[in-house]
């Protein structure tokens, strides 16, 4: 086990592990920690695909690993009526080489993966808007530096590889966000530092200027050898984001007050 994954499992990062799906944001059905549901419909479409990391390290935080796919996302998010659905369509490319999801599992071809919410009929499942996640926040694991999501979601999703449903539900993650890698897959300050879920202040590593679409899932079987300490992972990275549609009152970028 290395350092940062001992450090992780340390700290806690194993209620990461229990589900994704169970891991919404205190305050993601109300409005406070500025988890405001907004009045309207989010719809967007997501390309610059990276596949980020693999069984080892799904992070990356030094952009080694870090290789681009073919593909794009697009989601809708109703978060009045408690409904959002994504899909993204993959395929991996001799550069790009396989996505490795666990020690023994690696996938080369296409891949399709549908996250459905109903949160009528999903008790865990968890829409919430205009909200900080990572860092030192207390929502979510330190994974990330400390970032601001115009909109995020928890619930389940299935993945299709070249047309055989390889895992039919596995609690999933999304997040649209102000930018925090870079072209070069770095998460890092202006100065060079990179993050790390150790640093010891966790902002200063994002840009408001700049939008980013996430797509994180993972099993719930502890794994000590990979990182997070699960035995299956997938993290797709989006760097290009069109908004066609955002519920009246939200300004991209950010601005502090929100």
């Known amino acids: 086990m290395n350092r940062m994954t001992k450090w992780l499992a340390a700290a806690g990062a194993l209620a990461l592990a229990g589900s994704l799906v169970a891991l919404a944001p205190r305050g993601a059905d109300t409005t406070d920690n500025n988890a405001v549901a907004a009045d309207g419909v989010w719809k967007i479409r997501a390309t610059g695909a990276r596949i980020i990391g693999g069984y080892g390290n799904n ?76 860092g030192d926040t207390g929502n979510e694991a330190p994974v990330m530096p400390k970032i601001y999501n115009y909109f995020a979601t928890w619930g389940p999703s299935s993945i299709t590889v070249n047309g055989e449903e390889v895992i039919p539900m596995i609690g999933s993650h999304t997040m649209f966000t102000e930018r925090a890698r870079g072209s070069d897959g770095k998460i890092a300050r202006v100065s060079g530092e990179l993050y790390s879920p150790m640093s010891q202040d966790k902002t200063g590593f994002t840009d408001a200027k700049g939008t980013e679409f996430h797509f994180v899932a993972h099993t719930t079987k502890p794994d000590p050898n990979n990182f997070p300490p699960h035995s299956g992972w997938i993290h797709i990275h989006f760097s290009d984001v069109t908004v066609s549609e955002q519920p009246s009152g939200v300004k991209i970028p950010y601005t502090a007050a929100e």
């Open 59 to 134: 992070f990356a935080y030094n952009g080694e690993n870090v290789r681009a796919l073919e593909g794009s996302a697009t989601m809708t998010v109703d978060q009045e009526k408690g409904t959002a659905r994504l899909e993204i369509d993959l395929e991996t490319t001799q550069a790009s080489g396989p996505i490795r999801f666990s020690a023994d599992k690696s996938w080369t071809g296409k891949i399709h993966i549908v996250q459905n919410i109903d949160r009528a009929k999903m008790k865990k499942a968890r829409i919430a808007e205009k909200i900080f996640l990572h």
